[in-house]
């Protein structure tokens, strides 16, 4: 079974500051995490991925996402946050074998001019 | 086109009508997704295709009928809906079944508002 928390369901940040979205994962089978953002009135679209190899991956729009096993995390940080970086953003889980995957509850970022 | 097109965009129905939304996607993938999106709750997955072929219904009641007549198109049928309905509803795409790829392409969502 796998499942995903992301811890706070609002995050705001002023514009220029760093931005910090946290996810938690729980999984029985090596993860495949990721990143997907909602912009308002649109669907969702994928930000970053880690399936395997390097544990620090890149994004769209300056996004990256740290693969920790350790902890079971996989926050996503961006140094300068822009006004247009507002939206909602969803950390999701898989892995091998997993045929759907499993959405967090969802985190709206607000940036603060 | 290109990507994944839902329509109605919005849509208002009484509890006795009878609408369908429609996806479509122009990107030869095999693998198809309706969910669910209401306000404060997490993203919930209705039903997957794969080839044509219903691979899960998790649960969904059946005034939501779905129906694949092929791998670029996918239909939510709505009957007798109540007003907990109302919500955001996503079609989606993939190129194979999402668990291992995680890729899902998504449709700008039918919007849809029971009375």
């Known amino acids: 079974a796998q499942s995903v928390t992301q811890l706070g369901s609002h995050v705001s940040v002023s514009e220029g500051a760093l931005v910090l979205l946290r996810c938690n994962y729980s999984s029985s089978v090596p993860p495949y995490l990721f990143w997907y953002v909602q912009y308002p009135n649109q669907g969702l679209q994928l930000l970053l991925k880690y399936t395997t190899g390097a544990t620090l991956v890149k994004g769209i729009n300056g996004f990256e996402a740290e693969f920790k096993k350790s902890e079971t995390s996989f926050h996503l940080t961006k140094p300068s946050a822009h006004m247009s970086d507002a939206a909602e953003y969803f950390c999701a889980v898989s892995g091998q074998g997993a045929q759907k995957l499993v959405f967090g509850q969802g985190t709206r970022l607000t940036i603060n001019p | 086109e290109t990507g994944v097109t839902q329509t109605p965009r919005h849509l208002v129905m009484g509890m006795t009508n009878k609408k369908s939304l429609k996806c479509e996607q122009h990107l030869g993938h095999n693998a198809m997704y309706w969910y669910k999106q209401s306000a404060k709750k997490p993203l919930e997955l209705m039903f997957v295709?794969?080839?044509?072929?219903?691979?899960e219904n998790n649960s969904v009641p059946s005034r939501f009928s779905p129906e694949c007549p092929n791998s670029s198109h996918l239909f939510l049928h709505l009957h007798t809906l109540q007003p907990e309905d109302s919500a955001l509803y996503l079609c989606?795409?993939?190129?194979?079944?999402?668990?291992?790829?995680?890729?899902?392409?998504f449709g700008e969502g039918s919007r849809l508002t029971v009375l």
């Open positions: 989606a795409s993939s190129h194979q079944l999402a668990g291992d790829t995680g890729e899902l392409f």
């Open positions: 295709y794969n080839f044509k072929e219903q691979t």
